[in-house]
């Protein structure tokens, strides 16, 4: 499904007025307003093909209608997101799920959007009908030399996937790890893994990056190899300065500082990319930002402190991505949610006032750091993001007008009610 | 499968010698074991129905060989466990996924294999093909009268079912709840959720248990309407004498002192029953024992202390269930361990010198109250479960008669090696 | 220390202009602009007694000066907060730290600041010097007659106390529990301790209320005999209808659903009230909304709900009371910044729009229902919370002011940097 | 107090019989019981020198009769406990609660009892009386310079005691950290403590070992500088050879997995020592194996194939202290029972049949590797225990001739019982 011609002006045109005043009222707040919508022109977050269609748990799922049933229709999917929010402009694709039968086709199509390819995505955590190897006892970390040497292999074929459609990056998730005492020899499974992913790293084109994801755990429930950020990092030191540590916000303990690890990763200059969505328990991959806003914020300051002590440009610098999965809501309204939730907390993120904090800090005024924090947090920056959108020629409200035009009821009549997409 | 005549007899006779060398210097150190061995005998274990099948997660199921393809293997399947180890004796079917055709044989075959149909349990978590409303948000709590009546007939159905099989219990587990805040209004969850209840209570024989179990998150995300034990004793006493509390022991909080839930619903009279298994993380349904075998000990400490005061029989005073997901080992296997662990567990809780405890606990004594715990767990007690279920004509290992004799081959033999049975 | 006549009225004249601005464009954008201030003025928050010191951990404490040596000088502290933000027009009382010698002077001190005291909180969780009996095992659950019956009579005495000063309530905290399995009998625990606080009710005027508060850990680390929600709930409904539960919201197992809890308390008529602070780990006493300012909405949120469906006065159906530890900020700062970021939480929830939430409820409108949440949340209500503020005769920024005219300081000069105020 | 000549040998003689059916039936079901016998002689377990007064909580402390008044009579009392169970073989300081007088006279002493010292700790956690500059924000990480040169100046200090001693190691732990978002720049932080360490570790003699120690939070509530095993890993590894990080079984975020945390660093060759303890919730510093001793077990387990895989000693090998809290407890009975279930601990995982277990582990046998481990811990191993300690001189049963003798009379009526021992 396309936007007909005029319907963002027309939509935009009815909600100008009361935008401008709210637009009015910050700009004239904040001095530095023009800057921060700047930038968040220029930040875009990608969406993984997978999280177009509804998700499950291990009781069950219930599919909503109009899943998108092939690469185009979820590049479609997420071109109508982009158009919409102007904020989407990359997609981010799972092997084997989204295979390209004609990479030029994708490409071209991809572009008609304005999308990139974000990082790839390898699947070595289900077993496929043609698949010869099991990964049920893991794969990079395997026992059997041959398990691994699939799974590597399936990596490098993902790389090649990627080469061809100009992605830049590999993401790499393993569910490896362990459900019982005694099931694994940690180090073993270490060393397996490492010796694993030197392979897929020499695979690496020079301007590649391999993002190495952890997770506390599930699928495995007693271990898992790639378990935390320290785990990660071993890793990635290992193996080389194309190497870098993926986080994402669901695959911690339970009061984890994120944080704290994010300042430190950029530190080592091994932070790769992010993960976005939001969680109470566990890897609940909800929507970002609507559980615990404070802590995205607190993130987006620490990110843009550690990216502009190293000059890293804040679109560019680091892989921005959402992975949630949608059980209960339609997929595209969520995404935009988590997209809101993300520009705003990027947005307040940048209104702090820097130098009093870092004045705060070195006088050990903890109650001024947090009052300048706070400051940031409480105001009220949705008109920016708006005005980002707006100029960029997008909807002032996206979720408004995705459902003032019926974009689920169209989809469902273009592709059926009872479309599964691939995914979770 | 079946065992043949002789299997037992010949597996028990070259394990006779060093099982007796072990038991005499056992029985020698403990006065009381006849006791205890005969306790053991009696205790009985349920196995659920849908465990008899490799378990999965979201991300992936890696389904061994041989799972059973109906009713009547999975009982053929309890039974070979019931024979072997003696401590099986019931199995606890799942609607819709158990709809007997013909109960009358049923009832025979179980009885072929000595089995009692233990708790019937209703599934309105998932949505069946022929189903006309839908369980995505919630059937006993749903705002919907029309679904709430759908998931309450459906349990009523459960009963009748289990009437016919001559079962006397029905466990609801709710996965209501909901996923992101505002999404329920909980005190109107809660209400409908109360109604529907009182509805399928109605439906209750006499002489039936409703057990109400509560889990404190997954599938649902933010709120569960059945969320903890606080919750469900709200709903239990509400509805009255005949609904009782369950216990599933991986449906809490992190750090949760599950020991003392279970003291404290004993002394109000409203402890129904147990689902065994263990955790690391969340509900992770991994083999009961093979994490926490300390905190299983305290539990039946807990449990033996509260029922022997209410003089309430050990093995019929509340309902005894296994609830794993075997995603790793073969699910057999698996649930062998799980027996063990818990008949492990009891015999070392029976062993417990109360009257020291009692003293130690007068004089606040906590060095000796911990010793005397300790005491008993660190005893090694395998020798008396071996005897029980010896005298009751069980292998004194099941575990290796079941490799010995190869029964995973034979199921796969006879069922094939893409059987995939009902279940998660 | 006392504010000099026009230092309010000084500092509201530099800042009034600003305001104007900020809260002129607010009211327009809020229709019910004037009911949320008007409830806001109503709305206060007691300040505790042992909160206006430097609090510590085990590890140590670090004081700052000019801590009040007395209860006159906390009533002081208190007064002074008062003043400067108009909304901590309460103190409540800890015994034996604040026994007072002269009720009638003590009386006239707190009128003389606008204050009235709030629940009087009871200590059977230290040792005293004069003190027979022990509370090492606890009090109000122990095995010994002789500590329960000390326990109790101090309980009565607190209340005498209350009554001399015309508070209406008592708070009953137990540390009692245990730090290793087998200590404690916990249905024993249980019974002596509902014996106990049925003595202590029995004592309580017709006009009280007594408040049971829950903990899930520490100062035990097994076990805590009013450990959650449910077992107050126990308590409480056992005692009567003067008896409530009141939560502290540092006082759960990690990842609680705090609002849930909430509701269902005001659902059963048992809610009591509130202990702010805010943590990210444990009872970690921070300030209020400086972790999960989010959870602080959606708690108010269903505060509200629930009240208005009992159509229970905001300010006076149940106890507000910050109960923090400030071991690195400036006590006083510390505390106006909780209630700083409560007002704005209680604001934030009156915003909602009840009636389309309801709507997105009853048709299960997820996005909807999340964005209305949010909608509120993401709302910068700071100038409605200032007007209130302004308009009862406080400051505009009463940190801002605190800092100012050099409270502290003042306060060292006249009470010395040696000073440790009472409590933890 | 010293015991008299014969007290153990007449405690001895009368458990010998039963002890020795026990251990008779032992080493014939275990042929390498010898070989475990003679690793359980070497293996010693340093007691802190604050543990043996009772501690408390920010709550309150509730101190018993006897403790040590002084280090001689630390020194005294760990020398009872080593001479009870020839376990405990050596103690650790803690400066400025234990600075000695007399070099000379304080190592006569020690030597009299059998003992060494082990690391050395420092303090900066707390401000001491004559001290220039506060730790209110920290130490080694502070922004201000002056701060962390006392606090660098004061580890050199305690290496000098060390050396004096014939101690070979320091232990670093750490408070520093934040209680709120915006107080500390994590990444200054880190650099300012990496400095400070550089020059701590610059004062270390070539045969001395750093121990640096993390902590996931208390008594900071937001951040820990040295957080996690992640972090400690990060400054030990820029550090150098000498520099070890040191695991404390209470630092953890909830549901860690230690175990396989303690195998990746051995398996970097970084793993420095032990701090033994036990906990349910945070760091509740409760008595060793009474909460979860199967993962005690199981740390034991990786403890011993990482540390054999390098073949380092292990009594050697790593630094073994008990660091616990004993606030119910006689402290001395407490260490006994800790020392008791170390013991136990390493006889079970010792007792484990590694190349069976290997064997399951390369043919993904899940089953049986769950059983090599389970069949380990569920054996009686205390016979060996016993024999080893008795073949060392030691008490049958350290706790039952502890309590026999009426050692805590003794010490109240030889010390007082006001005494209050240094530290927490």
Not at 363 to 386: G, K, P, Y
Request: aromatic fraction near 8%; glycine fraction near 8%.
């Amino acid at each position: 499904m396309k936007l007909r011609e005029n319907e963002i002006n027309d939509h935009n045109n009815l909600l100008k007025g009361s935008h401008k005043v709210r637009f009015d009222f910050l700009s004239k707040l904040i001095p530095e307003s023009e800057s921060i919508i700047s930038k968040l022109i220029n930040f875009q977050i990608a969406i993984p093909s997978w999280a177009l269609g509804s998700g499950g748990t291990r009781f069950g799922r219930f599919p909503g209608g109009g899943e998108p049933r092939n690469l185009e229709e979820k590049i479609e999917d997420v071109g109508l997101l982009h158009k919409l929010n102007c904020s989407s402009g990359a997609i981010s694709l799972h092997i084997p799920w989204d295979v390209p039968k004609d990479y030029r086709a994708i490409k071209n199509l991809a572009a008609e959007y304005g999308l990139r390819f974000d990082a790839m995505n390898s699947n070595t955590f289900q077993d496929q009908e043609e698949q010869v190897e099991s990964y049920k006892f893991g794969s990079l970390q395997h026992v059997n030399k041959a398990v691994r040497k699939q799974a590597i292999e399936h990596n490098i074929e993902v790389i090649k996937h990627g080469i061809e459609l100009g992605s830049k990056s590999l993401t790499v998730w393993l569910a490896d790890g362990s459900c019982f005492p005694g099931q694994l020899n940690f180090r073993k499974a270490f060393q397996n893994t490492l010796e694993s992913l030197r392979e897929i790293y020499a695979a690496l084109p020079d301007d590649w990056k391999m993002f190495v994801e952890y997770k506390a755990y599930e699928p495995n429930f007693y271990s898992t190899t790639v378990g935390d950020w320290g785990q990660s990092l071993l890793f990635t030191s290992k193996l080389g300065p194309k190497a870098y540590t993926l986080v994402d916000l669901g695959h911690h303990l339970p009061n984890a500082n994120i944080e704290q690890i994010v300042s430190l990763l950029l530190m080592e200059g091994k932070l790769g990319g992010f993960h976005f969505n939001d969680s109470k328990y566990g890897d609940d991959d909800l929507t970002t930002g609507s559980i615990k806003p404070y802590q995205l914020f607190l993130i987006f300051n620490e990110l843009i402190d550690g990216m502009d002590e190293r000059n890293m440009n804040h679109a560019s610098g680091l892989g921005w991505m959402i992975d949630a999965s949608h059980n209960l809501k339609d997929p595209l309204e969520d995404i935009l949610q988590s997209v809101e939730a993300i520009m705003i907390a990027y947005a307040q993120a940048l209104l702090i006032d820097r130098a009093a904090l870092k004045e705060a800090q070195l006088s050990n005024d903890v109650t001024s750091a947090q009052e300048i924090l706070q400051n940031a947090f409480r105001t009220d920056v949705r008109a920016l993001v708006a005005e980002a959108r707006f100029r960029s020629g997008g909807a002032l409200s996206p979720l408004k007008l995705f459902r003032e035009i019926g974009v689920r009821n169209q989809l469902i009549k273009e592709r059926g009610s009872k479309t599964i997409a691939t995914g979770l």
